[in-house]
């Protein structure tokens, strides 16, 4: 698993499932079907933290979940990024460039939606704390990102 990090990967972001995970306070861009499919087929589903751009913007930091949503039960695989910045408003039809730096934990099935929000803030404490680790950082930097 850990030989497929960092993974990087670029597109543009779709409307998503319309879940309305916005109103949780945690928006998540989508990537189309074809990024989908571009991963590597032993990629582990769960979720990730990294680093994250919009268009030209400053590079941020970010929590991915790559997989299938057990709690929806999607029936395609998806992966959705969390920004972990304030935007003044949506960027649907942007580049988002993501650089997937690190796994946290496996996706996992809840009894409410409130335990889904409080894992992803939970989620959000973790990739705060990793990307502020020096091999994290040099990443943020890479030539990747405009
Ligand atoms: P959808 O189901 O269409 O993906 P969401 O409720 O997940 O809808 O909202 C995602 C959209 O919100 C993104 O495509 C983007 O345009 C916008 N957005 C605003 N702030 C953020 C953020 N911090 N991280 C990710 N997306 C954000
Ligand atoms: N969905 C799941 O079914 N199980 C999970 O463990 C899970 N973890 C997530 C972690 C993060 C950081 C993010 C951004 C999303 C996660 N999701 C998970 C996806 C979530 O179901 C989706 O974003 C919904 O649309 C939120 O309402
Ligand atoms: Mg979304």
């Known amino acids: 698993?850990?030989?497929l990090l960092p993974l990087f990967l670029k597109g543009k972001?779709?409307?998503?499932?319309g879940r309305g995970?916005?109103?949780?306070?945690?928006?998540?861009?989508n990537y189309?079907?074809?990024?989908?499919?571009?991963?590597?087929?032993n990629l582990d589903p769960g979720v990730y933290y990294g680093w994250a751009q919009v268009d030209s913007q400053p590079v941020y930091k970010m929590v991915a979940n790559i997989?299938?949503?057990p709690f929806y039960q999607n029936k395609q695989m998806s992966v959705e990024t969390h920004i972990m910045h304030k935007f003044e408003k949506d960027f649907y039809e942007s580049n988002l460039k993501i650089?997937?730096?690190g796994y946290l934990r496996p996706e996992k099935n809840f009894n409410s939606l409130d335990?889904?929000?409080?894992?992803?803030?939970?989620?959000?404490v973790n990739a705060e704390t990793r990307l502020n680790e020096n091999?994290?950082?040099?990443?943020?930097a890479d030539v990747f990102f405009d």
Do not use: N, R, Y
């Open 32 to 41: 189309p079907l074809e990024v989908v499919q571009s991963l590597p087929k």
């Open 13 to 17: 972001v779709v409307k998503g499932f």
């Open 1 to 3: 698993m850990s030989s």
């Open 135 to 140: 091999e994290a950082m040099k990443l943020k």
């Open 67 to 69: 997989g299938w949503c």
């Open 115 to 124: 335990d889904l929000i409080d894992a992803i803030k939970q989620d959000i």
């Open 21 to 29: 995970s916005k109103d949780l306070g945690c928006p998540t861009a």
């Open 99 to 101: 650089c997937v730096v």
